[in-house]
């Protein structure tokens, strides 16, 4: 391993209950004086957002709304946001939302100024170096959901509609400029999405720590991520108004998005291709694949997860990691198999094609060939999955 390396921090964030009544001070400081505020439609028309909208109101904010943000977002969707930004003459977005609003205004943001195609910009080398920067607009993120992170991310995951592919957009200064993390938006939801998105954070703790590479940093983040999923995510599924449980998970998803720089993994890899098919819940499909992936990646994770087992307070030991994010599972109400989340077997190869490709896949610790991604969505679709080596 070489110990040579790169590293980076995310940006300002206003953590806190009650920290919403900041927006338009963040819209301040982050120079945006005509936002576009970009949502979903199952946000749009709920109290936090008429909230966060008369926090604007009153501080001389004109902001139009824009929710055609549809869960896994496709490029139509930011095309459309784009058109609108470009129309209203706005100056900035304020991304509010889970992690498909996020993602989506991000990408619209960073579009806002650019004369090439999006998928120009795809996080494959140093393609986001063909962008103008001084084109893209800045971004205040403000998550109602604990998982993605997104607020603290430098790229968005688009959906490429015509290739049922996911793609990653990425530049450097698509991070947002001020994050609002408030767990008091995240009260309303309901046990699903909290434990869905709850799964995701844990997905980027564990993946990130897992990954090779020389980071740390991003080592020591995500071993406590972890922690705070296993304290803190069955109280906030069990009890949506529990605001420490709530707050904890907040700064896990944020824990989680900050420690993937040193990358991903099959995870993911299987995760996206499946949700651009089938449009599942990315979290909840994360969730499904993990003790697969674990049990594939055993020979060279047993060591790092016995320690980060010892960490929790378990048995220092890989099968007493692996008992405890299955037992985790089923507190928080994860399906036992694909099917349980409406997957069938009809387009594994597809499936298996397109995550060999996905950009996580290199984060992998144990290379993941077309014939290891089949193994993995099989024992995923059978479940009942032992600790391994998956056979």
Same mark, same amino acid.
């Not at 110990?3 to 900041?22: D, H, L, Q």
């Not at 936090?48 to 501080?59: R, S």
């Not at 016995?306 to 960490?311: D, E, I, N, P, V």
């Given at each position: 391993?070489?110990?040579?390396? &790169?590293?980076?921090?995310?940006?300002?964030?206003?953590?806190?209950?009650? #920290?919403?009544?900041?927006?338009?001070? +963040?819209?301040?400081?982050?120079?945006?004086?005509?936002?576009? @505020?970009?949502?979903?439609?199952?946000?749009?028309?709920?109290?936090?957002?008429?909230?966060?909208?008369?926090?604007?109101?009153?501080?001389?904010?004109?902001?139009?709304?824009?929710?055609?943000?549809?869960?896994?977002?496709?490029? =139509?969707?930011?095309?459309?946001?784009?058109?609108?930004?470009? +129309?209203?003459?706005?100056?900035?977005?304020?991304?509010?939302?889970?992690?498909?609003?996020?993602?989506?205004?991000?990408?619209?943001?960073?579009?806002?100024?650019?004369?090439?195609?999006?998928?120009?910009?795809?996080?494959?080398?140093?393609?986001?170096?063909?962008?103008?920067?001084?084109?893209? *607009?800045?971004?205040?993120?403000?998550?109602?959901? /604990?998982?993605?992170?997104?607020?603290?991310?430098?790229?968005?995951?688009?959906?490429?509609?015509?290739?049922?592919?996911?793609?990653?957009? @990425?530049?450097?200064?698509?991070?947002?400029?001020?994050?609002?993390?408030?767990?008091?938006?995240? !009260?309303?939801?309901?046990?699903?999405?909290?434990?869905?998105?709850?799964?995701?954070?844990?997905?980027?703790?564990?993946?990130?720590?897992?990954?090779?590479?020389?980071?740390?940093? /991003?080592?020591?983040?995500?071993?406590?991520? !972890?922690?705070?999923?296993?304290?803190?995510?069955?109280? *906030?599924?069990?009890?949506?108004?529990?605001?420490?449980?709530? *707050?904890?998970?907040?700064?896990?998803?944020?824990?989680? *998005?900050?420690?993937?720089?040193?990358?991903?993994?099959?995870?993911?890899?299987?995760?996206?291709?499946?949700?651009?098919?089938?449009?599942?819940?990315?979290?909840?499909? &994360?969730?499904?694949?993990?003790?697969?992936?674990? +049990?594939? &990646?055993?020979?060279?994770?047993?060591?790092?997860?016995?320690?980060?087992?010892?960490?929790?307070?378990?048995?220092?030991? @890989?099968?007493?990691?692996? =008992?405890?994010?299955?037992?985790? #599972?089923?507190?928080?109400?994860?399906?036992?198999?694909?099917?349980?989340?409406? !997957?069938?077997?009809?387009?594994?190869?597809?499936?298996?094609?397109?995550?060999?490709?996905?950009?996580? +896949?290199?984060?992998?610790?144990?290379?993941?060939?077309?014939?290891?991604? #089949?193994?993995?969505? &099989?024992?995923?679709?059978?479940?009942?999955?032992?600790?391994?080596?998956? =056979?």
């Amino acid at each position: 391993m070489t110990i040579t390396s &790169n590293w980076n921090y995310p940006t300002a964030v206003r953590f806190g209950p009650g #920290r919403i009544a900041e927006l338009a001070q +963040a819209c301040t400081v982050a120079g945006i004086t005509k936002p576009l @505020f970009v949502t979903d439609p199952g946000l749009s028309g709920l109290p936090i957002v008429a909230k966060a909208l008369k926090v604007l109101e009153d501080a001389g904010l004109t902001a139009t709304v824009f929710d055609r943000v549809q869960a896994n977002p496709v490029d =139509a969707n930011v095309e459309d946001g784009l058109a609108v930004y470009r +129309a209203g003459g706005h100056d900035g977005v304020i991304a509010f939302g889970g992690g498909s609003a996020l993602d989506a205004g991000k990408v619209i943001a960073f579009m806002a100024g650019q004369t090439r195609p999006m998928w120009d910009f795809e996080d494959i080398g140093d393609w986001w170096t063909r962008a103008n920067p001084d084109g893209i *607009a800045p971004i205040v993120a403000v998550p109602t959901t /604990a998982g993605t992170g997104s607020e603290v991310g430098r790229a968005g995951v688009i959906t490429n509609a015509a290739t049922h592919t996911k793609k990653v957009i @990425f530049h450097p200064k698509m991070m947002p400029k001020v994050v609002i993390c408030d767990p008091e938006l995240t !009260v309303g939801l309901p046990a699903f999405i909290t434990a869905g998105t709850g799964m995701d954070a844990l997905a980027h703790c564990l993946e990130a720590y897992c990954a090779p590479g020389f980071h740390p940093l /991003a080592d020591g983040i995500a071993a406590e991520g !972890v922690r705070l999923c296993k304290d803190y995510l069955p109280r *906030a599924v069990k009890n949506g108004a529990d605001i420490e449980a709530r *707050a904890q998970m907040m700064a896990a998803a944020a824990m989680g *998005a900050t420690a993937f720089q040193k990358g991903l993994g099959a995870i993911h890899a299987l995760s996206h291709p499946v949700g651009a098919l089938y449009g599942t819940h990315h979290g909840m499909t &994360n969730a499904v694949f993990m003790p697969a992936v674990l +049990a594939f &990646n055993r020979s060279a994770v047993e060591a790092r997860l016995g320690r980060l087992a010892g960490y929790l307070g378990l048995e220092p030991t @890989f099968e007493a990691f692996f =008992a405890w994010i299955v037992a985790l #599972r089923a507190e928080v109400g994860v399906p036992d198999t694909l099917a349980g989340l409406k !997957v069938d077997g009809s387009r594994l190869d597809e499936i298996a094609a397109m995550a060999v490709v996905d950009p996580t +896949a290199g984060g992998n610790p144990v290379e993941l060939t077309n014939e290891g991604a #089949r193994r993995i969505f &099989n024992a995923a679709m059978a479940g009942n999955v032992g600790p391994g080596p998956l =056979a």
